[in-house]
């Protein structure tokens, strides 16, 4: 029943990773319930090998579809390709109780700024930052760092910040996120699969799933724009709020 059930997994993660981040949210505890004996660094190696090709294939569709913005994806996936190494090797050094709280408290202030704003991220404006370029590359470095020293909710961090301080429309900022992220999850294949931290046969038969539902998520989010992402986006930091309060606070 292993099986099964992480692919059913995997098409979920993949549909809700294309339209607005957390896939991991679900991909992860899944693996982590089928295979319980195995190391966390194989679990987390397993999850990157599948979902980096639903990743690629939402980034691919985005960039055929709209007007990407590369003068501000393309900086940030470079830095966070960069400092997502620097965090993975520096996760050791301390403890993941100490972050949970501080990773809440921005969780629930994500969620408040764009519940209450009902047009943010509703059509591009000017960004806060004027020169895409640096502002890009600060970015990158503090969500690749993220997304390699601990992870969960990294997708939706990217995507609120590039509505938020770099003035893309949800399904803009959407696209641009897929691009981080994928350089992030090239990143930490680069260590997992030497290291043979990759279930292979397991992680390209749940890719298969993941890209249809990466497929299903990006098709959807094209169709319907910026307000469907941003109900998605939402929906999922709801839940990320859920889990990150259960597990902080009990």
Not at 38 to 62: C, D, L, Q
Not at 78 to 97: H, I, M, R
Not at 193 to 220: E, K, T, Y
């Amino acid at each position: 029943m292993e099986i099964p059930f992480l692919l059913a997994a995997a098409l979920l993660a993949g549909f809700i990773d294309a339209v607005a981040g957390g896939g991991g949210l679900i991909q992860v505890p899944a693996l982590l319930t089928a295979f319980p004996a195995e190391s966390p660094a194989t679990v987390f190696g397993t999850n990157k090998g599948s979902s980096i090709f639903g990743t690629a294939n939402a980034a691919w569709r985005y960039a055929r579809r709209i007007a990407m913005p590369w003068d501000v994806a393309l900086p940030a996936a470079a830095a966070a390709f960069v400092f997502s190494f620097v965090g993975a090797a520096l996760v050791s050094l301390a403890p993941k109780e100490l972050i949970r709280p501080l990773v809440l408290v921005l969780l629930v202030g994500v969620f408040l700024y764009t519940l209450l704003k009902p047009g943010f991220g509703a059509v591009s404006r000017a960004p806060t930052f004027a020169g895409g370029r640096l502002p890009a590359l600060l970015a990158g470095c503090l969500l690749g760092f993220y997304d390699g020293f601990f992870g969960p909710g990294a997708g939706s961090f990217m995507i609120f910040a590039f509505v938020r301080f770099f003035g893309l429309d949800f399904l803009r900022a959407s696209g641009a996120a897929k691009v981080v992220n994928l350089s992030t999850n090239l990143a930490a294949m680069t260590w997992f699969l030497p290291s043979g931290h990759v279930l292979v046969q397991l992680a390209l038969g749940m890719a298969v799933f993941n890209i249809v539902g990466a497929l299903i998520g990006a098709r959807l989010a094209l169709r319907h724009g910026s307000s469907f992402v941003r109900g998605v986006f939402l929906v999922v930091t709801a839940v990320l709020i859920a889990k990150f309060g259960y597990d902080t606070l009990l």
